[in-house]
């Protein structure tokens, strides 16, 4: 079996602790790249994406329709989005999946806006 990275080897112990106390609640996905933050609020027992937001959609882009990249003020954006969209569709508890990246800058800005709007974890 090969290595696993340092990476790896934190979202593995992050979503293994994340089943031991979801109670069946859905699950905030999120993804951050060097230019853009996705989130997603998946249903693993139905195994469907219920809401999804990120910094590619038309209406986060910029002048010029060129996307604005992700900065901190970008991913508050993309939190709030995610939170309208899944309490749209039913949702209002989640437990937060930061994958394996750490929970500061972007990561955690986009999880403090998604309380605001309305999402409990």
Same mark, same amino acid.
Do not use: I, N, P, W
């Given at each position: 079996?090969?290595? @696993?990275? @340092?990476?790896d080897r934190r979202r593995q112990r992050v979503r293994t602790s994340l089943r031991k106390r979801a109670a069946e609640r859905p699950r905030l996905s999120v993804h951050r790249s060097g230019r853009h933050i996705y989130a997603q609020v998946i249903d693993d027992a139905g195994r469907r994406t219920?809401?999804?937001?990120? $910094? @590619?959609?038309k209406?986060?882009?910029?002048?010029?329709?060129?996307a $604005?990249?992700? $900065?901190?003020?970008?991913?508050?954006?993309?939190?709030k989005r995610i939170a309208e969209r899944a309490?749209? #569709?039913?949702?209002?508890?989640v437990v937060f999946d930061r994958g394996g990246f750490l929970f500061h800058g972007r990561v955690k800005a986009l999880a403090?806006? #998604?309380?605001?709007?309305g999402l409990e974890f």
């Open positions: 079996m090969a290595k @696993l990275s @340092l990476f219920v809401a999804s937001a990120s $910094t @590619l959609e209406d986060a882009r910029g002048e010029g329709g060129r $604005t990249g992700a $900065t901190v003020t970008s991913a508050q954006e993309v939190g309490r749209a #569709a039913g949702v209002t508890k403090d806006a #998604a309380r605001e709007g």
